[in-house]
């Protein structure tokens, strides 16, 4: 059986191919077609969807024999789509017969397409599964097919949050929605986001994520979100779905009331600095052991390594015993040379130096080279002094002010703090956030 | 083909192994009735290479019905990769299916290449067609030897696992990667083949192919191998069609599609594909396309020695990719069947919908079709060349 | 080995007394053979075990066992320390006696048949008048401490191995049989030794060069050897065991001690089945028809021999068990797994009507000449 492209000559074009549903099925059944990117997509009315599918099997001419795929997507407000993409084997054809479920976000359903391929079995579990989209007529959406059986919530939708998110921030600035145009931070929560803190921070930035979630999910179209430029736009859309927000059904209801949204706001604004001054407290005990300033310094500035941080104790009593010496002896710290003079009262804690990001001496900087010698710098790089070098970096040409006035997320002046102008961080400099290094090697 | 089809339908297992002519026929219930059982194959299992649970109604050795429990592995990489960048997602989906890193990635940037209409340099083209053929042929080496460990043939295992070092060799050169290279990024290639790369292929590929040979003598020829396999699951061709079945389980079956030769990507135009095909689209002929398609990526990798042009091999991009709005579906040829990526985009950093279409999801799908009636033995051999990556399946 | 030596010492003083201890005290007699069976049974199985490590590593280009001893040599003991120490796991659900008995109930049998085999020139521990038929009978008892095991680990992979394998022992246990008995009756005796000894002494007709029974019996021979594989269940017809169908078949839930012994009852077997194959077919203790031990004087150059002699006949026999030892594991290394109905329909359509011919052959063959 060789028959593959047989008739490729007689394929029909997309048009014909419309006309020819319209002829079997009935005009209603087919809402219009797109044909962008190489892809043909038919448009179908939900009621037909079964019967345009069964049509493409059973014409001759059109022959769509293949069952390729069929999966939901999500249409915001209007609810949900479901696409099936049918190819032909004979005409090398391809078609995506796309359907706009009715019943909303609450009730999607579309008509099975099981009794016409096979194929279709799986996939419509795997589409209720993820999107809640009921087949009826299906012989058994249940058991969940990935999720396990007692899931709740449908995750592949736009307002269920990325699960890890919520468990644990991501620590540092790696959302892609978190970044505008050059690579360069636009949501900046350096109390919060700088390192894996205790768990109340990681608590509090739950929190926060949960209330800022209305005022992220603007939807672009509003006049707020027309004021603001296009990347931002997109950031804000996608801040709601990025997993750092979190969307609630009851959030989602709410989320187009501008009062409620700027109320969030406010909370969300106290809610952060409560945790600021939660971390500073934190940052004030540890340098009340006794740690070195510097040291303190660094923990503060947000430009310790997790490792670290997580241990101050065993960093302390290391400290000590020769206040001189501290963190020279740790294998990937550069020569001691830095520790020793810069903060030479060990026991004295200095904590006026906690707060500032410009103090922290070469400590800042022995903290950093772990993180920025991984790879691709830009997009996967860095975890821990991924926050430091977004505050060190005031190259964003987007001045905090600029792009969002009143939003608390160009939080303050941080962004201003002055260059840290020691080795790694020009490292980073040199890495451009945005490229890869690629073109560089080639 | 109708819904009464898919309801009623014969099973006939042919017994064509030599000796099974003398087929002796229990006619009625027997003198005694027993009761089924219910085994389960899986999670963990050594047939199931990962955690596919597949869970058999049998009457003695003899299954009824057979029903896979997917999503053990389930990690939800539609989620994220809305949470990702196209570049970022590079790194994700080379590891769904994590023996056919290269075409995952293939796949997806030629989707946003497509989006973004961007223009890939010819050797970063053709360098990706390389890798992508010895990214098959390491895939498929392991799917040999596995599939002779499930019959009992213990040593195809280590001969594949030899060859599989080489050819590992010579791509972590290039990518520094093993198994997940994130070597693509949109516009071409991350860096240029290191020096050497393609002398080594050259010599690699004659080598290459005696091994290969070695392999085929071991099992394709073998009596048992034969009596094992010949006749076992058969899958007619409109059936597999129905399921969405593709790769060397739908060339078993008789069709020669392929997406290299029907929907050529990349530079295949510009090559020849030889596509192996079966004729009963049982486990022997699975194995046999499977074998087919080695030998048919070498020869391809060799064509691609004589073509394969210097330049550059990736393009400057933007400090951000965006695709525009809009939707597409790029098909490749998986290692295993045809992959799909459906990218959906609002115009953003991240995809709004990143559909994956994995070929092993519908290949496993078609499980208990082909299982139903079979022995036990003969639902390993059947489930086993029914080539399939569990975290293809689970995504 | 210093077990090796030890062995071969006394074998060879044992030997000296010839007829095996008619003479002195009946108590003396008695500890030498049990000492001789038990270290047989204890050191052969390693030697094969370390033969299928290295011949297999070898068809596979690998290496094998390296490290533990040299060139790896001490690897099987460094295994069975290892199970020594593994936790013994019994199943919640399992039939605990039945579950801790069956491995002991499958070891014996492989143990008490070597209290049969001659090894060498009066190395034996009896030579009873049914030899043969005892060795046979006791064989397949094997099979139930499999069976016992299978059913009573409450595992449905376990329940199908054992099941598999009593259905493999009923299907092969007869070409067995009906190959043996061809043997028997050609040699006119049941007792091993005197097979051994009517090899010896079947000649050629108007030469002094003795024919084995392989040469006759080619037939026989493979049948017997094709049956003795299914009975050991060992590749190509390991299916009771068949590990990427029933994880490990009746051993699944078996660990440590008792999961050795299930291994060592499969080596053993090995070691049990080539010496009646090299008893029943390959003219024992001789090393090429017509030619004489050194040293020996009754029986067509095999018997009543000295010191040299019984060592060079016991080195023989060791030298054919590791060489039908060799060709199963090279089977092994080449072949993939049988079906259970296969291997059923191999049985009893075509070795048993084969093996029926052969025992018709022999038999009118025995009585015209």
């Known amino acids: 059986m060789s028959d593959v492209l047989a008739r490729r000559e007689h394929a029909l074009t997309p048009d014909e191919t419309a006309e020819l549903i319209r002829a079997k099925v009935g005009d209603a059944a087919v809402l219009g077609t797109t044909v962008e990117y190489g892809t043909f997509t038919l448009h179908v009315a939900n009621e037909h969807f079964a019967d345009v599918a069964r049509a493409c099997r059973d014409e001759r001419v059109l022959a769509y024999d293949f069952f390729d795929c069929l999966f939901g997507v999500d249409a915001r407000d209007e609810g949900f789509d479901v696409v099936a993409v049918l190819y032909s084997t004979s005409t090398g054809n391809r078609v995506a017969l796309r359907t706009r479920c009715p019943g909303g976000r609450e009730t999607p359903t579309c008509p099975t397409l099981t009794d016409i391929y096979r194929g279709a079995n799986w996939h419509e579990r795997e589409t209720w599964d993820m999107f809640g989209i009921e087949f009826p007529g299906h012989p058994a959406l249940e058991p969940r097919i990935f999720t396990i059986e007692t899931f709740e919530g449908w995750p592949l939708r736009k307002d269920f949050p990325l699960a890890s998110r919520v468990v644990k921030p991501w620590p540092g600035v790696k959302e892609p929605a978190e970044l505008d145009e050059d690579g360069n931070v636009i949501e900046r929560q350096p109390q919060l986001g700088d390192a894996p803190g205790p768990y109340e921070l990681d608590k509090a930035m739950a929190e926060q994520a949960k209330l800022a979630n209305p005022q992220a999910a603007v939807d672009p179209a509003t006049p707020e979100g027309e004021e603001v430029e296009d990347a931002l736009g997109t950031e804000a859309e996608q801040a709601s779905d990025s997993g750092a927000v979190l969307a609630g059904d009851a959030e989602h209801e709410l989320e187009q009331h501008e009062d409620v949204r700027s109320e969030a706001r406010e909370r969300a604004e106290e809610k952060r600095k409560a945790a600021a001054e939660a971390r500073a407290r934190k940052a004030a005990e540890r340098a009340g052991e006794g740690a070195e300033d510097g040291e303190v310094a660094a923990a503060a500035g947000g430009a310790v390594e997790p490792g670290e941080d997580q241990f101050p104790e065993e960093a302390t009593s290391e400290a000590r015993p020769d206040g001189t010496e501290s963190w020279g002896n740790e294998s990937d710290a550069p020569p001691v040379g830095g520790d020793s003079d810069a903060p030479g009262v060990p026991d004295e804690g200095d904590i006026g130096n906690a707060g500032e990001p410009s103090a922290p001496g070469d400590e800042a900087t022995d903290a950093q080279p772990t993180g920025g010698e991984q790879g691709d710098a830009a997009s996967t790089g860095e975890t821990s002094n991924a926050p430091a070098s977004a505050e060190d970096s005031p190259a964003t040409p987007v001045a905090p002010g600029e792009h969002m006035p009143g939003d608390e997320r160009t939080d303050g002046g941080d962004a201003d703090a002055p260059h840290q102008g020691s080795g790694p961080s020009d490292d980073l400099d040199e890495r451009e956030p945005g490229p890869d290094d690629g073109e560089e090697r080639s | ?395 | 080995m210093i077990l090796d030596t030890v062995l071969t010492t006394s074998t060879a003083m044992v030997a000296q007394t010839a007829g095996l201890l008619d003479t002195d005290s009946f108590l003396v007699s008695m500890l030498l053979k049990v000492a001789l069976v038990i270290g047989l049974f204890l050191s052969l199985p390693l030697i094969v075990g370390y033969m299928e490590h290295k011949a297999m590593a070898r068809l596979q280009h690998r290496r094998g066992p390296m490290f533990a001893g040299p060139a790896g040599s001490l690897q099987l003991v460094a295994d069975g320390i290892k199970f020594i120490q593994k936790e013994d796991v019994i199943p919640r659900a399992a039939d605990k006696w039945v579950f801790a008995i069956a491995p002991g109930m499958a070891l014996v049998p492989a143990l008490l048949i070597f209290f049969v085999l001659p090894f060498g020139p009066g190395v034996w521990a009896a030579d009873l008048e049914l030899g043969l038929f005892y060795a046979l009978a006791i064989t397949s008892i094997s099979v139930l401490g499999v069976m016992m095991g299978g059913w009573a680990s409450a595992n449905k992979f376990s329940l199908i191995g054992g099941l598999r394998a009593a259905g493999q022992l009923i299907a092969y246990e007869l070409p067995l049989i009906l190959a043996a008995i061809a043997v028997a009756v050609q040699a006119g005796s049941l007792s091993l030794v005197g097979i051994v000894e009517s090899q010896a002494t079947f000649m050629v007709a108007g030469t002094d060069i003795n024919v084995w029974f392989v040469f006759p019996q080619i037939l026989g021979f493979t049948i017997f050897f094709v049956a003795a594989l299914a009975e050991l269940s060992r590749p190509p017809f390991d299916m009771p065991i068949a590990d990427s169908e029933l994880v490990f078949g009746y051993m699944t839930e078996y660990t440590g001690l008792k999961f050795a012994m299930y291994l060592l009852t499969e080596y053993a077997g090995m070691v049990s089945m080539s010496a009646l194959m090299v008893v029943l077919y390959l003219g024992g203790w001789q090393i090429l028809p017509g030619v004489p031990l050194p040293g020996c004087e009754a029986g067509g150059g095999l018997f009543d021999c000295g010191v040299l002699g019984t060592l060079i006949g016991v080195g023989v026999v060791m030298g054919k068990i590791l060489m039908l030892t060799f060709v199963m594991v090279w089977l092994r290394v080449a072949y993939p797994r049988l079906r259970e109905d296969q291997l059923q329909r191999m049985s009893w359509l075509v070795l048993v009507p084969l093996s029926l011919v052969n025992l018709a052959v022999v038999a009118v063959a025995k009585v015209v000449f």
């Not at chain 2, 017994?15 to 219910?38: R, Y």
């Not at chain 2, 053929?133 to 030899?162: C, D, K, Q, W």
């Not at chain 2, 899958?235 to 129905?242: G, K, N, T």
């Open chain 2, 1 to 395: 083909m109708s819904a009464s089809d898919l309801s009623a339908r014969e099973i006939s297992h042919p017994a064509t192994a030599p000796g099974e002519n003398l087929n002796l026929e229990i006619v009625g219930d027997g003198a005694f009735t027993t009761a089924d059982m219910t085994l389960s194959v899986g999670p963990a299992h050594p047939a199931t290479h990962g955690v596919l649970r597949v869970v058999l109604e049998m009457d003695g050795e003899r299954v009824k019905s057979a029903h896979p429990v997917i999503g053990y592995m389930h990690r939800g990489f539609e989620k994220l990769a809305e949470h990702r960048d196209f570049r970022q997602s590079m790194a994700l989906v080379n590891r769904h299916d994590w023996l056919s890193g290269m075409s995952n990635e293939i796949g997806l940037v030629l989707t946003v290449e497509r989006m973004l209409e961007m223009e890939v340099p010819e050797r970063a083209q053709w360098i990706r067609m390389l890798c992508a053929e010895y990214n098959r042929i390491l895939n498929h080496l392991l799917f040999v030897g596995s599939y002779g460990l499930e019959l009992g043939a213990i040593t195809p295992m280590f001969y594949a696992t030899r060859e599989r070092e080489r050819i590992q060799y010579l791509l972590e050169a290039a990518t520094g990667g093993r198994l997940h290279y994130t070597y693509n990024q949109p516009g071409g290639v991350k860096i240029d083949l290191p020096k050497g790369f393609l002398q080594q292929s050259v010599e690699l590929i004659p080598d290459l192919r005696k091994r290969i040979q070695d392999l085929e003598d071991l099992l394709l020829g073998n009596e048992i191998f034969m009596a094992r396999t010949k006749g076992v699951g058969p899958l007619p061709p409109d059936v597999a069609l129905s399921f969405g079945v593709s790769g060397p389980t739908l060339q078993a079956t008789g069709i020669p599609e392929d997406v290299r030769v029907t929907e050529p990507y990349l530079k295949y135009d510009e090559v020849e594909v030889p596509v192996p095909v079966g004729e009963n689209g049982d486990s022997w002929d699975r194995f046999y396309c499977l074998l087919g398609r080695m030998k048919a990526s070498m020869y391809i990798i060799e064509q691609i020695h004589d073509r394969i042009p210097s330049g550059p091999v990736n393009v400057k991009l933007p400090k951000m990719v965006k695709a525009p709005e809009g939707s597409t579906y790029v098909r490749v040829e998986n290692p295993l069947g045809s992959l799909g990526y459906w990218l959906e985009s609002d115009g953003g950093r991240t995809p709004w919908r990143l559909k994956m279409r994995t070929a092993s999801f519908s290949n496993v799908q078609s499980l208990p079709y082909l299982l139903e009636g079979t022995l036990v033995p003969d639902a390993i051999s059947v489930l086993g060349s029914v080539f399939f990556v569990v975290g293809d399946v689970d995504r």
